[in-house]
């Protein structure tokens, strides 16, 4: 089976993409000289605002922006036939760290970012330019401006901006709002957990972080306070915290460098990372001094709950670098405890080195 082309068919085909193209540039030159999407004050019209989420500009728009913007788009011209003054500004998103964060990755040489520019036409000299982030936003806002006037969109040109300090007017009217909000009552300054920088000291989100770091999100793990006898908290990390009137003992891992510290008015004993990342939730932290696991392996502390005395043990699969770097064991419902505890159990060796034949028969 074939189709024949129609007369109509033909004549479509003949309408080649770069005589469009001349129609388009002729009339929307004939919109701009005639400024008909200018929006000015006109009492005896009822008048309109339309705008579209500033978009982001650290690259080009895409088809989903384009489906979007239209919605705005039909409604602006839609209001124009009926009559209305319709004001129609473009506002541009450059607030924040995505920018930032890649500005840096070119200064690093980052080849994925490097990639992605070269994709977008810039050439080997022009890409090191993009180490400043005030480079993409002033080479980002011009492109995007560019493409939605292709387009054909009726927007009020002379009332286009963009967001951040580089922009001094439009920010300090966002500090200006913030302030009136707060004297009314309507804001409030708290905290809330975070994925957080320590080195640029600022919270950072999947756009700030390499693409193997995207995904994390803070994570709540409860921290259980054991103690022994001269009142040193023993914190274990656990997702289980319902499970502590189970516990058999504490698990730490012997080879493993902790730290004695301060924790708000407490003697701890915690892993480095643990204190560290304490210390980040506003505890305070004051270091002590440095022991190893093994230091209290044998050693027994208290259960909160029970009141139960029970022992710590060594555990080299405890890794320090999660939570508080110890664990409380509850082999009634870890299947991984009750394995550890049987496997201590007949570790001959390491029951003669830590002397604990009789703790893990009692």
């Given at each position: 089976m074939t189709f024949s082309s129609s007369p109509l068919q033909t004549g479509v085909c003949a309408l080649s993409e770069k005589r469009i193209r001349t129609i388009e540039e002729k009339w929307q030159k004939k919109w701009e000289d005639a400024r008909i999407f200018e929006a000015d004050a006109d009492p005896s019209k009822p008048k309109i605002f339309v705008t579209f989420p500033y978009p982001y500009v650290n690259g080009d728009g895409h088809l989903g922006h384009l489906y979007t913007q239209l919605h705005a788009e039909f409604y602006a011209r839609y209001k124009r036939m009926k009559g209305y003054n319709v004001l129609f500004p473009q506002g541009f998103h450059a607030t924040g760290q995505p920018i930032v964060?890649?500005?840096?990755?070119?200064?690093?040489?980052?080849?994925k970012y490097v990639e992605i520019l070269k994709q977008y036409g810039f050439s080997d000299d022009e890409i090191p330019e993009f180490?400043?982030?005030?480079?993409?936003?002033?080479?980002?806002?011009?492109?995007?401006?560019?493409?939605?006037?292709?387009?054909?969109?009726?927007?009020?040109w002379r009332r286009t901006f963009y967001t951040t300090e580089l922009n001094p007017p439009y920010d300090?009217?966002?500090?200006?709002?913030?302030?009136?909000?707060?004297?009314?009552?309507?804001?409030?300054?708290?905290?809330?957990?975070?994925?957080?920088?320590?080195?640029?000291k600022i919270p950072?989100?999947?756009h700030?972080?390499?693409?193997?770091?995207?995904?994390?999100?803070?994570?709540?793990?409860?921290?259980?306070?054991?103690?022994?006898?001269?009142?040193?908290?023993?914190?274990t990390g656990t997702y289980r915290p319902e499970t502590v009137y189970g516990v058999t003992n504490i698990w730490i891992n012997p080879d493993a460098e902790y730290i004695v510290a301060e924790v708000d008015g407490e003697r701890w004993v915690i892993s480095e990372?643990?204190?560290?990342?304490?210390?980040?939730?506003?505890?305070?932290?004051?270091e002590i001094?440095?022991?190893?696991?093994?230091?209290?392996?044998?050693?027994?502390?208290?259960?909160?709950?029970?009141?139960?005395?029970?022992?710590?043990?060594?555990?080299?699969?405890?890794?320090?670098?999660?939570?508080?770097?110890?664990?409380?064991?509850?082999?009634?419902?870890?299947?991984?405890?009750?394995?550890?505890?049987?496997?201590?159990?007949?570790?001959?060796?390491?029951?003669?080195?830590?002397?604990?034949?009789?703790?893990?028969?009692?």
């Open positions: 964060a890649a500005a840096k990755r070119i200064r690093e040489g980052d080849k180490g400043d982030p005030k480079k993409w936003i002033e080479t980002f806002v011009e492109r995007w401006i560019k493409a939605l006037k292709g387009m054909g969109f009726s927007i009020d300090r009217f966002v500090r200006w709002q913030y302030i009136k909000l707060k004297e009314k009552g309507l804001v409030v300054k708290g905290t809330h957990p975070v994925v957080w920088c320590p080195v640029e950072v989100g999947d700030d972080r390499p693409d193997e770091y995207a995904g994390i999100g803070p994570e709540e793990i409860v921290v259980v306070k054991f103690r022994m006898d001269d009142g040193t908290v023993i914190p990372w643990g204190a560290k990342n304490i210390a980040e939730q506003l505890h305070g932290v004051k001094k440095k022991i190893k696991g093994e230091e209290l392996v044998g050693k027994t502390v208290q259960n909160p709950v029970t009141g139960d005395q029970v022992p710590i043990l060594p555990a080299k699969f405890v890794d320090p670098d999660v939570a508080t770097g110890i664990v409380m064991s509850v082999p009634a419902h870890a299947p991984y405890d009750w394995i550890a505890l049987e496997d201590i159990k007949k570790d001959e060796k390491t029951l003669e080195k830590y002397g604990l034949k009789e703790v893990v028969e009692h």
